[in-house]
């Protein structure tokens, strides 16, 4: 496994935002909402620009998030990583030798009981938790873990961000653009 070592990984929303984000030069992105039909377009933008693309799984329209789009997510499309709430997603992306990011959503401490299993069990590359906005939270699943962790959600100042690395998170991911620009 490779080793994000940026502190903030931009995340395009929709396809409009990829010219904007490749002049940053970052090493890797994710792309967030896009259409099937759009994918090896934005692979091959970012990789003309040096970028490593995270497709996440779960909001490709036109690809569902199961083991089967996961299979032609990594065997035609090629992205350098995919990140889900789907742990079969995950777990082929693995095999496949792809950047694995499980996303976690934090609700309540049964949600967080039922991500610790799944970790587990899966031993994604990554762990990104949202909301990126709770530090204590953060902390608690750096420290259940051992894994690297990436915050995102709700991260809206600078401030936030750097809570969210103090509190062990690796990297954070974002879609505000304001905060490409921070300097982390």
Known sequence: MEK???????????IG????LVKYHFEYAMML??????LKYVMDVAHSHRVKLILH?????????????????????KPDGIISTHSHVIE????????SIQRIFLLDSHSLATSYRVIRSIQPDYIEVLPGIA?????DVVEETR????????????????????????AVTTSNKALWEAGF
Request: proline share 6%; with cysteine.
């Open 4 to 14: 994000i070592r940026q502190r903030v990984i931009p995340a395009a929303r929709h």
């Open 17 to 20: 935002d990829l010219d904007q």
């Open 33 to 38: 909402q896009i259409h099937l039909a759009q």
């Open 57 to 77: 799984a779960d909001l490709i329209q036109g690809l569902k998030p199961d083991e089967y789009g996961a299979q032609y997510l990594c065997q035609e499309i």
């Open 92 to 99: 082929t992306a693995k095999k496949r030798g792809v950047l």
């Open 135 to 139: 530090p204590e939270l953060i902390q």
């Open 147 to 170: 894994m690297p962790v990436l915050a995102g959600g709700f991260l809206r100042k600078p401030q936030q961000v750097q809570a969210a690395l103090d509190a062990g998170a690796l």
